[in-house]
């Protein structure tokens, strides 16, 4: 795909559609496997920074949990809580960019089918939600990969915009219930508190302060992510430009086939080399040798 009003037009009616189906029940277990890539996001940080996963749950509510210890320095547990919506966004504007640059479409979408089943099996009960999410959209989504480049730019593109739709709706959370938001759990663990240690149900003040600051923070990234992977994806990639090449004569364009030579005649008269079908520019023609005929 290089056609930029196209693409955005495919990535405008996908997200129309999403929206207008988004309380629909087909559309519900699409949420399920977002609110799993949200999750895996956090596992995923975990692991990287040195840490353990003991498992990883859906609740069923578009709500889910990462059982997982952090590794020792200070700074993991932020990264680990930070990596869902974070990780989140990046993982739609990989797929988004992939999906329209086109490049390797196939084996992107087998590897993340492999790694959904893989996360699948090794970090979710057997029998539970995240279990049967995770395999149920792992294996699809391998299938799909495996029967051409059309339909995997496809699901490339609509998984892309169903994570970044959903990573940025369900930012929306913060303002509703940021007690029990990632935002909300980072907001008492940096003030030394646990929703346990509170003695009335009132957050305190300096908690929220904070809760919303991490929120607004997480928002302005994620969509700032999400805006670079767009722009960048939406960008007409064309290598073979008229201009990115070093030799200034390979702007001109060639002629196909063979000529008569009658044609070959109107074109030497023209400064058009038969032979090659490059335009010779006039200041040139002056420095040719005449042909022997």
């Known amino acids: 795909m290089s056609d930029k009003p196209l693409k955005f037009a ?14 629909h029940q087909v559309t519900s277990y699409l949420k399920e496997f977002v609110v799993l890539i ?3 996001c956090h596992a995923s940080a975990a692991l ?16 889910g949990e990462t059982i997982a210890i952090p590794a020792s320095f200070r700074g993991s547990f932020i990264l680990v809580v930070s990596a869902g919506y974070i990780g989140s966004s990046l993982v739609g504007g990989l797929l988004l960019k992939a999906g329209f640059s086109g490049h390797n479409a196939r084996q ?5 089918g492999l790694m959904l089943i893989s996360v699948s099996v090794l970090y979710s009960k057997l029998g539970e939600l995240a279990y049967f999410t995770g395999i149920f959209w792992g294996v699809a989504i391998l299938v799909i990969g495996m029967l051409g480049e059309s339909i995997s730019i496809l699901t490339l593109v609509f998984l892309g915009t169903s994570i970044s739709l959903y990573s940025i709706y369900d930012l929306s959370d913060f303002a509703e219930k ?7 759990i980072l907001a008492f663990w940096m003030s030394g508190l646990t929703p346990e240690d509170l003695t009335s149900e009132e957050v305190p003040t300096a908690v929220l302060f904070l ?8 928002s302005l990234l994620s969509i700032g992510i999400i805006y670079f992977f767009l722009k960048g994806s939406l960008h007409d990639h064309q290598p073979n430009s008229d201009y990115g ?9 060639r002629f196909p086939g063979e000529l008569s030579p009658e044609a070959k005649m109107w074109l030497e008269k023209r400064g058009v080399d038969p032979e090659s079908g490059v335009v010779i520019p006039p200041n040139l023609l002056l420095d040719l040798p005449p042909k022997d005929k």
């Open 10 to 23: 495919i990535f405008l009616s996908l997200i129309l559609s999403l929206v207008a189906f988004w309380d």
């Open 38 to 40: 949200h999750e895996i």
């Open 48 to 63: 990287f920074t040195g840490g353990m996963v003991k498992g990883i749950a859906l609740h069923g509510n578009e709500g």
């Open 108 to 112: 992107t979408l087998i590897l993340f």
């Open 178 to 184: 940021l007690p029990e938001t990632d935002a909300g």
């Open 211 to 218: 809760g919303y600051l991490i929120a607004t923070l997480w």
């Open 245 to 253: 090449t070093d030799n200034p004569m390979d702007q001109f364009e």
